[in-house]
């Protein structure tokens, strides 16, 4: 199963530069890594980063990480959270997010 995360054009460059990140601000302040299935990750994206530009998706294979927990979020759906830094080898696929319209255009998500 693939597993999605959103990134501001500033926090993919970090990754990209270091290898591993702690993920954006909020994933700091929480401790962990937030990540949305391909059911969640439009309305995470409306939610979140409404209106925001410059956005990259990442897929990451849920099997293949060790530190993933599956934990109640928005209206009790689960959601995984990552418990370690994200590294760029974890990162299957990566693609852009572009806003047309208002309105952010997810790629074709397997």
């Known amino acids: 199963m693939l ?3 959103i990134f501001r054009a ?3 460059d970090d990754l990209q530069a270091t290898g591993a990140t ?3 601000p909020i994933d700091v302040i929480d ?4 990540f949305s299935t391909a059911e969640t990750v439009a309305e995470t994206a409306a939610k979140y980063f409404a209106g925001e530009e ?3 998706l990442l ?4 099997d293949s990480l060790d530190a993933l927990k599956w934990e109640p979020a928005r209206a009790g759906v689960l959601f995984p959270h990552l418990y370690r830094h994200l590294r760029m080898d974890d990162v299957l696929w ?3 997010l572009p806003l047309v319209g208002g309105a952010h255009v997810f790629p074709t998500l397997t």
Request: net charge positive; charged share 15%; glycine share 14%.
């Open 54 to 56: 410059g956005l990259v």
């Open 59 to 62: 897929a990451v294979k849920a």
């Open 22 to 24: 702690a993920g954006a």
């Open 3 to 5: 597993i999605y995360k």
């Open 31 to 34: 401790g962990y890594v937030h």
């Open 10 to 12: 500033s926090e993919w």
């Open 94 to 96: 990566h693609k852009p």
